[in-house]
């Protein structure tokens, strides 16, 4: 069984700083992805970033990189200079084995960018 | 860019009545989910399809669930008898093949409200 913790229900941040949003999992497969989601008020899943449980490096998609740990199962997402529009649910997510196996995702985050 | 799409975007139907939410994945898509999301709650896993049948599905996704993909570009999913606990946000997802396509890609969400 696959499970996603995240600990931080809400998190605040002033705009231009990094913010680190946090996510550790569990499962007992030898080969995962882990992903994580932006869900803006208006409700739509925007995938932002994935890390293969075999890369050697750290993805990096423009403001955001994903701070992986494999020994300490923790898949963090860090958020640089934030924006005002980065204001939003964000959901780390793992996927198992089989290529069209189901994804899990957390409870959520819920970020607020203050000006 | 190739996008998911859903209808109806809101649906409000009485309780007991039959609904249908249709999807039309990603064309060269080989893995289609339906996820369902309670207001402000988590993104919940109810069904995995793949070479045109059900691969996995959740505890949710009981008797009353069904999904079709009845003519190669929908995908539907059907709740046949619908509670007042049903409302939520419906969403469908499409996944390709590959280590890099990993993520999934999801329409904007059907709203579906149970009176």
């Known amino acids: 069984a696959q499970k996603i913790t995240q600990t931080q229900p809400g998190m605040f941040v002033?705009?231009?700083?990094?913010?680190?949003?946090?996510?550790?999992?569990?499962?007992?497969?030898?080969?995962y992805g882990l992903f994580w989601y932006k869900q803006p008020s208006s409700g739509e899943m925007i995938f932002l970033i994935y890390q293969g449980s075999y890369d050697q490096q750290n993805a990096t998609e423009g403001r955001y990189s994903?701070?992986?740990?494999?020994?300490?199962?923790?898949?963090?997402?860090v958020i640089?200079?934030?924006?005002?529009?980065?204001?939003?649910?964000?959901?780390?997510?793992?996927?198992?084995?089989p290529p069209g196996g189901k994804s899990t995702f957390g409870d959520g985050t819920t970020l607020t960018v203050k000006p | 860019?190739?996008?998911?799409?859903?209808?109806?975007?809101?649906q409000v139907t009485q309780m007991g009545q039959e609904v249908i939410l249709r999807c039309v994945p990603i064309s060269n898509h080989l893995y289609f989910y339906w996820?369902?999301?309670?207001?402000?709650?988590?993104?919940?896993?109810?069904?995995?399809?793949?070479?045109?049948e059900i691969s996995e599905k959740s505890e949710i996704f009981d008797d009353?669930?069904?999904?079709e993909r009845p003519d190669g570009s929908n995908f539907t999913l059907k709740i046949r008898s619908t509670k007042l606990e049903d409302s939520a946000m419906y969403f469908c997802a499409s996944r390709g093949q590959g280590r890099n396509?990993?993520?999934l890609f999801f329409g904007e969400g059907s709203?579906?409200?149970?009176?």
């Open chain 1, 14 to 31: 002033q705009e231009k700083e990094a913010v680190t949003l946090d996510c550790t999992y569990d499962t007992s497969d030898p080969s």
């Open chain 2, 35 to 52: 996820y369902r999301q309670i207001l402000g709650q988590k993104v919940e896993f109810l069904v995995s399809f793949y070479n045109n």
């Open chain 2, 64 to 67: 009353q669930f069904s999904v």
């Open chain 1, 66 to 77: 994903l701070n992986f740990q494999k020994a300490r199962k923790s898949a963090n997402l």
């Open chain 2, 1 to 10: 860019e190739p996008e998911v799409t859903q209808t109806p975007s809101h």
């Open chain 1, 80 to 97: 640089s200079a934030s924006q005002l529009g980065d204001s939003a649910m964000y959901f780390c997510a793992m996927r198992g084995s």
């Open chain 2, 101 to 103: 396509t990993g993520e």
């Open chain 2, 111 to 115: 709203r579906l409200t149970v009176l």
